[in-house]
């Protein structure tokens, strides 16, 4: 029987190549890239059907729901892996509902992306079951919805990071019209008037 292709992307070489460590021991998987380049990515999978991406949400220059979104639509059944060092209780929700497959955190023990791993490929999905009851709550209405679209929260990010509009622009791909747009509309969806306002609202969040 054929391996199960992974690629891994993620900013850190050292993580990538600890992932492949951790998934070397499965003869019934192969890491078949590992990579920081969505570019790279992206071409891969169009010419070579791939089972699962382990991706960073925080990849620098790269908005990670909307890269999801973009691996969804070459190849719908290519399983998605979340990771990510920030908030599990702000990003595990998103997760779900743009569509990933799985959700883990980096704090976490790394025999959980090993889990993760196996369980996405048996076909099933893999999520911090705090994020799943915040998600349950939300749809009844006892929740809140959290204010922010993905892509606003990729701006809050690097805004909070000290980048300039321009330089948001460059990174995602975008125009400064909109990167604009985005941040007249995160200052007024959170209330707050100053980047220093914003930083704190990024912290208290631990979005950086």
Known sequence: ??????????????????????????????????????????????????DMVILDIELPGTDGFALLKRIKEINDKTKVLFLSSKSESFYAGRAVRAGANGFVSKRKDQND????????????????????????????????????????????????NGLTNKEIADQLLLSNKTISAHKSNIFSKLG?????????????????
Do not use: C, W
């Open 113 to 160: 992306i090993y889990k993760a791993v196996e369980m996405l490929l048996a076909g099933y999905s893999f999520f911090p079951s705090a994020s799943l009851t915040m998600i349950n709550h939300s749809r009844r209405g006892d929740l809140p919805e959290l204010p922010l679209s993905n892509r606003e929260v990729t701006v809050l990010r690097y805004l909070a």
């Open 192 to 208: 707050v008037h100053t980047i220093v306002e914003l930083i704190d609202y990024a912290k208290a969040h631990e979005l950086l």
């Open 1 to 50: 029987m054929k391996p199960a292709s992974v690629i891994i992307m993620d900013e850190q070489p050292i993580v990538r190549m600890s992932i492949e460590v951790l998934l070397h021991k499965n003869k019934a998987i192969q890491v078949v890239m590992k990579t920081d380049d969505s570019r790279e990515l992206l071409d891969y999978l169009r010419n070579n059907p791939t």
